[in-house]
T-cell receptor, first 109, second 116 residues
Framework: QKEVEQDPGPLSVPEGAIVSLNCTYSNSAFQYFMWYRQYSRKGPELLMYTYSSGNKEDGRFTAQVDKSSKYISLFIRDSQPSDSATYLCAMNSWGKLQFGAGTQVVVTP | GAVVSQHPSWVICKSGTSVKIECRSLDFQATTMFWYRQFPKQSLMLMATSNEGSKATYEQGVEKDKFLINHASLTLSTLTVTSAHPEDSSFYIC????????????FGPGTRLTVL
């Protein structure tokens, strides 16, 4: 079993809809949780960084962490075609990141 | 802030030659830098962790004599692919973690290597 599980998708949504992404993990030592966005043939871009259970909001993005359930989520409100990308969750306790497989998101006009 | 650059962005080389890829943190100091490899439609695979002024730590299965890593300063790490072969063709991405206790990793734009 992988330490971090993420559905690879693809996830297709119409423009303006809410995109809902999630990851589960098995290692209770993980303390820091990140979401990255990666466009094709580009490096990942850090979207959200959290280190405690609860919600964190930044513009159209909301990250949720539930350490008791070992479950993290990313919500994208008012999705745009430019949000079409692969979204990777990542987490660690320190040092090396453990990545999810990445979910491909397609926002259709 | 937190910008990481890589050079070159793409390179084509002949089999048997060596290729050097540079990773720079432009607006912060990075005690630790990481090198990843990514195959099409797959997630990132960590190759090695480099700490400024010390030897890199390689992941299991990564040949340290083939993938030479140097982290000579707090803003620069280099990856040299020695005696490259077609199977080394891939997308190589570096990341940098700011000094001072912060845990995030900021990624460079990646380097696409094609070995003929």
């Amino acid at each position: 079993q992988k330490e971090v599980e993420q559905d690879p998708g693809p996830l297709s949504v119409p423009e303006g809809a809410i995109v809902s992404l999630n990851c589960t993990y098995s290692n209770s030592a993980f303390q820091y949780f990140m979401w990255y966005r990666q466009y094709s043939r580009k490096g990942p871009e850090l979207l959200m960084y959290t280190y405690s259970s609860g919600n964190k909001e930044d513009g159209r993005f909301t990250a949720q962490v539930d350490k008791s359930s070992k479950y993290i989520s990313l919500f994208i409100r008012d999705s745009q075609p430019s949000d079409s990308a692969t979204y990777l969750c990542a987490m660690n306790s320190w040092g090396k990141l453990q990545f999810g497989a990445g979910t491909q998101v397609v926002v259709t006009p | 802030g937190a910008v990481v650059s890589q050079h070159p962005s793409w390179v084509i080389c002949k089999s048997g030659t060596s290729v050097k890829i540079e990773c720079r943190s432009l607006d912060f100091q990075a005690t630790t830098m990481f090198w990843y490899r990514q195959f099409p439609k797959q997630s990132l695979m960590l190759m090695a962790t480099s700490n400024e002024g010390s030897k890199a730590t390689y992941e299991q299965g990564v040949e340290k004599d083939k993938f030479l890593i140097n982290h000579a300063s707090l803003t620069l790490s280099t990856l040299t692919v020695t005696s490259a072969h077609p199977e080394d063709s891939s997308f190589y991405i570096c990341s940098a973690s700011p000094s001072g206790g912060r845990n995030e990793q900021f990624f460079g734009p990646g380097t696409r290597l094609t070995v003929l």
